[in-house]
């Protein structure tokens, strides 16, 4: 598994479980569909955030003059 798929796995079910607590003694429809969508962009950021950081690790162009 990617570190990416990881990043989102781990912070979107964090996120979800948390959230599934919260609302879980009102437990209406908007509210479980408020808190997939925010389960769902939470995840996507965290795929995002750590997608960005191992595009940042590359290898450095060692061709560089300065």
Same mark, same amino acid.
């Given at each position: 598994?990617?570190?990416?798929?990881? %990043? $989102?796995?781990?912070? &979107?079910?964090?996120?979800? +479980?948390? /959230? @599934?607590?919260?609302? #879980?003694?009102?437990?209406?429809?908007?509210?479980? %569909? $408020?808190?997939?969508? &925010?389960?769902?962009?939470? +995840?996507? /950021? @965290?795929?995002?955030? #750590?997608?960005?950081?191992?595009?940042?690790?590359?290898?450095?162009?060692?061709?560089?003059?300065?």
């Amino acid at each position: 598994m990617k570190s990416e798929d990881k %990043a $989102a796995f781990k912070s &979107g079910s964090i996120f979800g +479980a948390l /959230g @599934a607590i919260a609302i #879980a003694p009102i437990a209406t429809p908007v509210l479980w %569909a $408020a808190l997939a969508y &925010g389960t769902y962009k939470v +995840a996507r /950021g @965290a795929y995002n955030n #750590a997608k960005l950081k191992d595009a940042l690790k590359g290898k450095p162009d060692e061709n560089l003059f300065i």
